[in-house]
Protein backbone atom coordinates (compact mmCIF):
# COMPACT_ATOMS: atom_id res chain seq x y z
CA UNK A 1 0.00 0.00 0.00
CA UNK A 2 1.05 3.43 -0.80
CA UNK A 3 0.15 7.02 -0.72
CA UNK A 4 0.89 9.70 -3.44
CA UNK A 5 0.24 13.01 -3.36
CA UNK A 6 -0.36 14.98 -6.95
CA UNK A 7 0.25 18.45 -7.91
CA UNK A 8 -1.81 20.68 -9.87
CA UNK A 9 -3.91 18.99 -12.69
CA UNK A 10 -5.55 21.80 -14.53
CA UNK A 11 -6.74 19.23 -17.11
CA UNK A 12 -4.08 17.34 -18.14
CA UNK A 13 -5.94 14.10 -18.40
CA UNK A 14 -2.69 12.41 -20.92
CA UNK A 15 -0.14 13.16 -18.04
CA UNK A 16 -2.49 11.99 -15.05
CA UNK A 17 -3.26 8.81 -16.69
CA UNK A 18 0.37 8.28 -17.80
CA UNK A 19 1.40 9.34 -14.38
CA UNK A 20 -0.71 6.24 -12.95
CA UNK A 21 0.65 4.12 -14.83
CA UNK A 22 3.81 5.15 -13.71
CA UNK A 23 3.33 4.45 -10.31
CA UNK A 24 1.62 1.53 -10.69
CA UNK A 25 -1.87 2.65 -9.00
CA UNK A 26 -3.43 0.07 -7.50
CA UNK A 27 -7.00 1.05 -6.65
CA UNK A 28 -7.07 -1.84 -4.40
CA UNK A 29 -4.44 -1.05 -1.96
CA UNK A 30 -2.95 2.50 -2.90
CA UNK A 31 -4.34 6.32 -2.16
CA UNK A 32 -4.19 8.96 -3.84
CA UNK A 33 -3.91 13.25 -2.48
CA UNK A 34 -4.75 15.49 -4.72
CA UNK A 35 -3.43 19.19 -4.25
CA UNK A 36 -6.39 20.80 -6.08
CA UNK A 37 -6.42 22.71 -9.49
CA UNK A 38 -8.11 20.36 -11.05
CA UNK A 39 -9.62 21.82 -14.12
CA UNK A 40 -8.84 24.46 -16.67
CA UNK A 41 -6.80 25.18 -19.06
CA UNK A 42 -4.99 21.28 -19.57
CA UNK A 43 -7.89 21.15 -22.66
CA UNK A 44 -9.58 17.94 -20.63
CA UNK A 45 -11.34 18.72 -17.53
CA UNK A 46 -13.98 16.94 -17.56
CA UNK A 47 -11.99 13.58 -18.30
CA UNK A 48 -10.13 14.92 -14.95
CA UNK A 49 -13.15 15.22 -13.27
CA UNK A 50 -14.50 11.96 -14.18
CA UNK A 51 -11.01 9.76 -13.35
CA UNK A 52 -10.85 11.72 -10.04
CA UNK A 53 -14.41 11.07 -9.50
CA UNK A 54 -14.19 7.42 -10.15
CA UNK A 55 -11.47 6.99 -7.96
CA UNK A 56 -13.45 9.11 -5.12
CA UNK A 57 -13.28 5.93 -2.64
CA UNK A 58 -9.19 6.18 -2.35
CA UNK A 59 -8.46 9.70 -2.90
CA UNK A 60 -8.62 12.55 -1.44
CA UNK A 61 -8.63 15.99 -2.69
CA UNK A 62 -8.27 19.67 -1.28
CA UNK A 63 -9.82 22.10 -3.84
CA UNK A 64 -7.78 25.13 -5.45
CA UNK A 65 -8.64 28.29 -7.00
CA UNK A 66 -10.03 27.18 -10.26
CA UNK A 67 -11.73 24.14 -8.50
CA UNK A 68 -14.01 27.16 -6.17
CA UNK A 69 -13.94 28.92 -9.50
CA UNK A 70 -15.96 26.33 -11.55
CA UNK A 71 -17.95 25.57 -8.52
CA UNK A 72 -18.82 29.62 -7.98
CA UNK A 73 -19.36 29.59 -12.19
CA UNK A 74 -21.74 26.75 -11.88
CA UNK A 75 -24.14 29.21 -9.58
CA UNK A 76 -24.82 31.34 -12.35
CA UNK A 77 -27.36 31.77 -15.18
CA UNK A 78 -26.86 29.54 -18.07
CA UNK A 79 -26.51 32.56 -20.47
CA UNK A 80 -23.70 33.76 -18.13
CA UNK A 81 -21.91 29.89 -18.08
CA UNK A 82 -21.96 29.93 -22.26
CA UNK A 83 -19.17 32.87 -22.18
CA UNK A 84 -16.70 30.53 -20.11
CA UNK A 85 -13.75 29.32 -21.86
CA UNK A 86 -14.51 25.64 -23.81
CA UNK A 87 -12.94 23.50 -21.42
CA UNK A 88 -15.37 24.96 -18.61
CA UNK A 89 -18.45 24.69 -20.77
CA UNK A 90 -17.97 21.29 -21.53
CA UNK A 91 -17.81 20.67 -17.60
CA UNK A 92 -20.70 23.13 -16.84
CA UNK A 93 -23.06 21.41 -19.52
CA UNK A 94 -22.03 17.61 -19.28
CA UNK A 95 -25.10 15.29 -18.21
CA UNK A 96 -22.94 14.60 -15.33
CA UNK A 97 -22.35 17.86 -13.78
CA UNK A 98 -24.77 17.81 -11.02
CA UNK A 99 -23.03 14.80 -9.80
CA UNK A 100 -19.52 16.36 -9.91
CA UNK A 101 -20.35 19.82 -8.30
CA UNK A 102 -22.20 17.93 -6.08
CA UNK A 103 -18.74 15.57 -5.06
CA UNK A 104 -16.49 19.09 -5.84
CA UNK A 105 -18.05 20.79 -3.52
CA UNK A 106 -17.93 18.09 -0.37
CA UNK A 107 -13.85 18.03 -0.60
CA UNK A 108 -11.44 19.83 1.73
CA UNK A 109 -9.60 22.49 1.75
CA UNK A 110 -7.25 20.85 4.28
CA UNK A 111 -6.12 17.28 4.94
CA UNK A 112 -4.64 16.29 7.90
CA UNK A 113 -3.20 12.64 8.28
CA UNK A 114 -2.32 11.44 11.47
CA UNK A 115 -0.79 8.08 10.99
CA UNK A 116 1.50 9.78 8.20
CA UNK A 117 1.94 12.78 9.62
CA UNK A 118 1.46 14.86 6.39
CA UNK A 119 -0.73 18.25 6.18
CA UNK A 120 -2.64 18.85 2.61
CA UNK A 121 -3.16 22.33 1.21
CA UNK A 122 -3.64 24.07 -2.23
CA UNK A 123 -1.50 27.25 -1.45
CA UNK A 124 -0.96 27.84 2.38
CA UNK A 125 -1.00 28.29 5.40
CA UNK A 126 -1.54 31.64 7.45
CA UNK A 127 1.21 32.38 9.63
CA UNK A 128 -0.50 33.17 12.62
CA UNK A 129 -2.23 29.76 12.65
CA UNK A 130 -1.36 26.88 14.49
CA UNK A 131 -2.03 23.39 12.93
CA UNK A 132 -5.06 23.13 14.67
CA UNK A 133 -6.41 26.72 13.83
CA UNK A 134 -5.83 25.92 10.50
CA UNK A 135 -7.98 23.17 10.36
CA UNK A 136 -10.64 25.04 12.23
CA UNK A 137 -10.44 27.35 9.30
CA UNK A 138 -10.65 25.12 6.96
CA UNK A 139 -13.78 23.57 8.14
CA UNK A 140 -16.09 26.75 8.76
CA UNK A 141 -15.90 26.63 5.04
CA UNK A 142 -16.46 23.41 4.41
CA UNK A 143 -19.41 23.07 6.13
CA UNK A 144 -20.82 25.95 4.38
CA UNK A 145 -19.84 24.49 0.89
CA UNK A 146 -21.63 20.91 1.71
CA UNK A 147 -24.73 22.97 2.75
CA UNK A 148 -27.74 23.74 1.44
CA UNK A 149 -26.62 27.09 2.05
CA UNK A 150 -23.51 27.40 -0.43
CA UNK A 151 -24.77 29.59 -3.11
CA UNK A 152 -24.51 32.51 -0.63
CA UNK A 153 -20.45 31.58 -0.20
CA UNK A 154 -20.04 31.16 -4.24
CA UNK A 155 -21.56 33.78 -5.20
CA UNK A 156 -19.37 36.30 -2.68
CA UNK A 157 -16.11 34.12 -3.17
CA UNK A 158 -14.03 36.24 -5.10
CA UNK A 159 -12.17 39.45 -4.34
CA UNK A 160 -8.95 40.56 -2.57
CA UNK A 161 -10.59 42.06 0.51
CA UNK A 162 -9.59 41.58 3.40
CA UNK A 163 -5.94 40.45 2.81
CA UNK A 164 -5.32 38.96 5.56
CA UNK A 165 -7.59 36.40 8.03
CA UNK A 166 -8.37 37.44 11.49
CA UNK A 167 -10.22 35.75 14.38
CA UNK A 168 -12.29 38.94 14.90
CA UNK A 169 -13.65 38.37 10.94
CA UNK A 170 -16.98 37.35 10.80
CA UNK A 171 -19.29 35.93 7.96
CA UNK A 172 -18.61 36.23 4.59
CA UNK A 173 -15.22 38.06 5.00
CA UNK A 174 -13.69 35.68 7.11
CA UNK A 175 -15.21 32.66 4.93
CA UNK A 176 -13.32 34.65 1.67
CA UNK A 177 -9.91 35.24 4.53
CA UNK A 178 -9.84 31.67 4.95
CA UNK A 179 -10.38 30.86 0.93
CA UNK A 180 -7.71 33.21 -0.17
CA UNK A 181 -5.14 31.87 2.61
CA UNK A 182 -5.64 28.07 1.55
CA UNK A 183 -5.87 28.62 -1.74
CA UNK A 184 -4.27 31.98 -3.44
CA UNK A 185 -1.33 32.76 -1.43
CA UNK A 186 2.27 32.91 -2.20
CA UNK A 187 3.94 35.93 -0.56
CA UNK A 188 2.26 37.48 2.68
CA UNK A 189 3.95 39.73 5.92
CA UNK A 190 4.17 38.87 9.22
CA UNK A 191 0.72 39.69 9.75
CA UNK A 192 -0.74 37.41 6.67
CA UNK A 193 -1.54 40.26 4.47
CA UNK A 194 -1.26 38.38 1.05
CA UNK A 195 0.04 39.94 -2.08
CA UNK A 196 -2.13 38.49 -4.72
CA UNK A 197 -0.23 39.83 -7.85
CA UNK A 198 3.18 38.59 -6.97
CA UNK A 199 3.60 35.21 -8.67
CA UNK A 200 6.97 34.43 -9.01
CA UNK A 201 10.39 32.89 -7.55
CA UNK A 202 11.55 33.76 -3.99
CA UNK A 203 13.38 36.98 -4.07
CA UNK A 204 11.66 38.91 -6.84
CA UNK A 205 8.95 39.67 -4.08
CA UNK A 206 7.99 43.34 -2.56
CA UNK A 207 10.06 44.40 0.45
CA UNK A 208 8.23 42.91 3.31
CA UNK A 209 7.03 40.15 2.14
CA UNK A 210 7.98 36.25 1.94
CA UNK A 211 6.73 33.14 1.00
CA UNK A 212 3.85 31.84 2.85
CA UNK A 213 6.06 28.96 4.44
CA UNK A 214 9.25 31.27 5.50
CA UNK A 215 7.44 34.00 7.11
CA UNK A 216 9.42 35.62 10.08
CA UNK A 217 7.69 34.25 13.58
CA UNK A 218 5.11 32.09 12.06
CA UNK A 219 4.07 29.08 13.88
CA UNK A 220 5.85 26.25 14.51
CA UNK A 221 3.54 22.79 13.38
CA UNK A 222 4.97 19.57 13.82
CA UNK A 223 3.32 18.41 10.95
CA UNK A 224 4.76 17.82 6.93
CA UNK A 225 3.03 20.00 4.19
CA UNK A 226 2.11 19.26 0.81
CA UNK A 227 0.84 21.51 -1.71
CA UNK A 228 0.51 22.88 -4.94
CA UNK A 229 -0.46 26.49 -6.43
CA UNK A 230 2.88 27.87 -7.23
CA UNK A 231 4.13 26.53 -10.50
CA UNK A 232 6.95 28.80 -10.40
CA UNK A 233 8.64 27.62 -7.40
CA UNK A 234 8.64 24.29 -9.22
CA UNK A 235 9.22 21.54 -7.00
CA UNK A 236 10.63 22.49 -3.52
CA UNK A 237 11.57 21.34 -0.39
CA UNK A 238 12.33 22.86 3.10
CA UNK A 239 11.49 24.12 6.12
CA UNK A 240 8.92 21.58 6.38
CA UNK A 241 6.77 22.24 3.38
CA UNK A 242 6.96 20.37 -0.34
CA UNK A 243 5.79 21.92 -3.58
CA UNK A 244 4.45 20.00 -6.18
CA UNK A 245 3.19 21.98 -8.38
CA UNK A 246 5.83 21.44 -11.09
CA UNK A 247 3.50 23.62 -13.80
CA UNK A 248 2.44 20.58 -15.93
CA UNK A 249 -0.23 23.10 -17.45
CA UNK A 250 2.71 24.89 -18.96
CA UNK A 251 5.12 22.66 -20.31
CA UNK A 252 6.63 21.18 -17.51
CA UNK A 253 5.75 18.26 -15.75
CA UNK A 254 3.22 16.31 -13.36
CA UNK A 255 4.67 15.30 -10.02
CA UNK A 256 3.50 12.68 -7.68
CA UNK A 257 4.81 12.63 -4.06
CA UNK A 258 5.40 9.18 -2.50
CA UNK A 259 3.91 9.93 1.70
CA UNK A 260 4.39 6.89 3.30
CA UNK A 261 7.96 6.22 2.11
CA UNK A 262 10.92 6.43 4.73
CA UNK A 263 11.93 9.55 2.84
CA UNK A 264 9.47 11.27 0.45
CA UNK A 265 9.88 10.08 -2.99
CA UNK A 266 9.29 12.48 -6.39
CA UNK A 267 7.61 10.54 -9.51
CA UNK A 268 7.29 12.72 -12.66
CA UNK A 269 6.15 12.61 -15.86
CA UNK A 270 6.57 15.25 -18.71
CA UNK A 271 4.22 17.26 -20.05
CA UNK A 272 2.20 16.81 -23.32
CA UNK A 273 4.52 18.52 -25.94
CA UNK A 274 1.99 21.25 -27.29
CA UNK A 275 2.02 22.56 -24.16
CA UNK A 276 3.86 25.87 -22.91
CA UNK A 277 3.32 28.96 -20.60
CA UNK A 278 1.56 32.11 -22.81
CA UNK A 279 3.48 35.58 -22.40
CA UNK A 280 2.56 36.90 -18.83
CA UNK A 281 2.51 33.05 -17.27
CA UNK A 282 -0.50 32.18 -15.21
CA UNK A 283 -1.28 31.10 -11.93
Not at 2 to 29: H, N, S, V
Not at 82 to 96: C, G, M, Q, Y
Amino acid sequence: MATYAIGDLQGCYPELQRLLDKIRFDPAQDRLWFCGDLVNRGGQSLDTLRLIHSLREQAVVTLGNHDLSLLAIAQRRPEAQSKVNPELREVLFAEDAPVLFEWLRNQKLLHHDERLNWTMVHAGLAPSWTLRQAQRAAQEVERELSSPRHPRILKNLFGNRPTAWSSRLQGIDRMRASINTLTRMRFCDIHGHIDFEAKGVPGTQKPGMYPWFEVPGMRRRDTRIVCGHWSALDRFAGLGTYAIDTGCVWGGKLTALQLDSEEPRYITVDAEPHRKRPPGGGD
